[in-house]
């Protein structure tokens, strides 16, 4: 089976800096999604990552705070630029595998913004 | 109103108990729906998904969909402590914009030796 791997794992960062979380997928999949998941609640969708073109941000998510990049059918990141602790999340990347129903997570990063 | 929503819990089930999980969604759009577990500290985990009214079952767990109602539930049966955990119903929604997982708030549920 399809394994989505994730890294950082986790991380401990200064406020105004910036974070770029990476997720591989070891097959190819035609749109790569990006949740953020805050203490204690639900996942919340970011955006969509389709390999080129723009990726779709859901309302209350800009590029300019969390721009996307993919470059090919297997590999996305995400930045989250200048980062306050109201960063301070899990974020998860998501796929749409041919062979399972649903999506399937990778393992999370753990941000924390000091 | 939320998208798909839940009850939060925490949900109390003694084990060998049936644990019955709730979720309701406003967008009849909605094709499919999933449940997902989640353990404290690690990503969500797929267990059931339905996507036609009635009843579906895997193992210890079954699934009912009623889209006239816009309800979807979890059926656990033989409630086992490692089943506590939080647990996540999700509605996909194909659009225009671009085809959606929407998560509800999830249901934490405690099963008491």
């Known amino acids: 089976s399809a394994v989505i791997s994730q890294k950082p794992s986790r991380d401990i960062c200064q406020r105004g800096t910036s974070l770029t979380i990476q997720c591989q997928v070891d097959?190819?999949?035609?749109?790569m999604f990006w949740y953020r998941q805050q203490p204690g609640q639900s996942l919340t969708l970011i955006a969509t990552a389709n390999q080129g073109s723009e990726a779709t941000y859901e309302s209350g998510f800009v590029i300019d705070k969390f721009p996307i990049s993919r470059p090919n059918l297997t590999f996305s990141t995400l930045t989250v630029s200048n980062m306050s602790p109201e960063d301070s999340s899990i974020y998860l990347c998501s796929v749409r595998l041919q062979t399972l129903p649903g999506y399937t997570f990778g393992s999370g990063t753990r941000l924390t913004v000091v | 109103q939320k998208e798909v929503e839940q009850n939060s819990g925490p949900l109390s089930v003694p084990e060998g108990a049936i644990a019955s999980l709730n979720c309701t969604y406003s967008?009849?759009?909605?094709?499919?729906f999933f449940w997902y577990r989640q353990y404290s500290g690690k990503s969500p985990e797929l267990i059931m998904f339905i996507y036609s009214n009635g009843d579906k079952e895997d193992g210890r767990f079954t699934a009912q969909l009623n889209k006239a109602s816009q309800y979807v539930s979890l059926l656990i049966r033989d409630s086992q402590p490692s089943d506590s955990a939080t647990y996540l119903c999700a509605s996909w929604v194909i659009k225009a914009a671009g085809n959606k997982l929407t998560f509800g708030g999830g249901t934490r549920v405690l099963v008491k030796p």
């Open positions: 967008d009849r759009g909605s094709q499919s």
């Open positions: 097959s190819q999949v035609t749109m």
